[in-house]
């Protein structure tokens, strides 16, 4: 990608189920939010806000208040797959008092080929799309049938947490093609090294 040319929002989004695992995948394997251009993206990806829409007042804050987000809310999802919520005592704590904005209200208007569109009803704040993520992650969190879907990636050294909506319940990777894969060519090279004489 070009300096300075805003990624796809394809680019910055996991396909976890849910908007705040896709936020806490965005430092994996590297930081993905390193600038303001690769957040609206981001947001745009994740169904925050509309492709295009005005972010007015978005700067180095908004980093910060996403990436604070995330640590959090990382914090407190792997707390509870481990089954350790006292570990994540501050971080859930902190992710409640940042689900209390109010998130932008969307509203749908006909697109000139008649079309309903989404739009946000005003230019929306940066507490108000941290506090659409935040209480994301307090839904999943707190529905039963929802938390019982986290799966941590069992690629090596995957971070990667997704809900596992597949059929059987069988789903080991975030992805077949990048961890799946590795993790096949692992067992085909331990069982190759086995073989030798």
Same mark, same amino acid.
């Given at each position: 990608m070009a300096l300075g040319t805003a990624p796809a929002p394809y680019e910055l989004r996991f396909d976890s189920g849910r908007s705040c695992l896709d936020l806490v995948a965005t430092n994996h394997p590297v930081e993905r939010l390193t600038s303001e251009a690769r957040l609206r993206a981001w947001l745009a990806g994740a169904g925050l806000v509309p492709a295009g829409a005005p972010l007015p007042g978005m700067g180095p804050q908004w980093l910060a208040a996403f990436r604070e987000l995330r640590g959090h809310t990382a914090q407190l999802v792997r707390g509870e797959i481990? *089954?350790?919520?006292?570990?994540? !005592? !501050? *971080?859930?704590d902190r992710v409640n008092v940042l689900a209390a904005a109010a998130p932008p209200a969307p509203c749908a208007v006909r697109a000139p080929d008649g079309t309903l569109v989404r739009v946000l009803r005003g230019d929306p704040g940066c507490a108000g799309? +941290?506090? !659409?993520? *935040?209480? /994301?992650? +307090?839904?999943?969190?707190? /529905?039963p049938v929802a938390r019982a879907l986290l799966r941590q990636c069992e690629? /090596?050294?995957?971070?990667?947490v997704y809900l596992d909506t597949s059929r059987g319940r069988r789903r080991r990777w975030c992805s077949s093609e990048v961890c799946g894969n590795r993790e096949r060519v692992a067992r085909h090279r331990r069982r190759a090294a086995l073989a030798r004489p």
């Open positions: 481990e *089954a350790r919520p006292a570990v994540a !005592a !501050a *971080a859930l799309l +941290v506090a !659409a993520v *935040a209480r /994301d992650a +307090v839904e999943l969190l707190t /529905d690629g /090596d050294n995957c971070p990667i």
